[in-house]
């Protein structure tokens, strides 16, 4: 059904053969669904497609969240604007697992590229399996006893200090009050365990002190970072990504300003928790 290559040792699977486009059985989207449990990150390349076909691949893992903090298409609330111009450049360049600041945080993302850079912005993800099993035995076992705290307002904190920023995002704010996750997660389907912190929304261990929690969340942001742990995609026009946000981190790579880029987003909301 697909041809799919490798990206990289730990993750990441460009996918061929399949016209997005087209009406999709629920087999094909089976498929679809099993490539990225296994890949962690799946890729699309020259898929043209319409902002409700973007609906319908996203539906096809779950129901669909909406952001608190970004602008959205008309007519598909679902879908995020995720533009960067010379006047208004992305503020978000940390490694991070998307919207951890919830209590239910999101299964995966569709993203797709509308507007592309001739040179740069290219995106980073990363295994938090692979990060995982890159601790030994016993650090393993230290931290599947943790639990950590996640905060919407931390990590938005560049956009509250902006000019009427907290007045614009106030209700986001009162929606999304800190909530806790263990540090170590098991995947939902594959049962793999997995690092489930980050350096954009974690902001404490709150079974170690200040001292300890610090040095420790320290050693872990650096940990998530290992080249082998990771995969780089290159944008194009009509590029698709599908990540599964329960096993990864991503960082976009802002290395294009002032030219203009323009990503479209639909975010699926979480299954069993852990």
Partial sequence: MFTVNLMGGALGAELHGIDLCQDLSAEVYQEIRRLLVEHQVIF????DISPAQHK???ESFGPLQTHPAYDTIEGFPEITILESTAENPSKIEAWHTDMTFRSHPPLG???RSKI???QGGDTLWASMTAAFDGFSESMQNFLCGLTAEHDFSYGFKESLAEPGGRERLAQAVADNPPVQH???RTHPENGKKVLFVNSLFTTRILDLNKNESEALLSFLFEHVTTPEYSCRF???????AIWDNRSTQHKPIN???PAHRRLE???IDGDTPY
């Fill in 56 to 58: 319908a691949l996203a």
């Fill in 255 to 257: 290395d294009y300003f």
């Fill in 116 to 118: 592309c850079p001739a």
């Fill in 182 to 184: 263990p540090v170590i």
């Fill in 109 to 111: 993302a569709v993203l």
């Fill in 265 to 267: 987003r639909i975010t």
């Fill in 234 to 240: 290159h944008w194009q026009p009509n590029s698709i």
């Fill in 44 to 47: 699309f390349r020259d898929q």
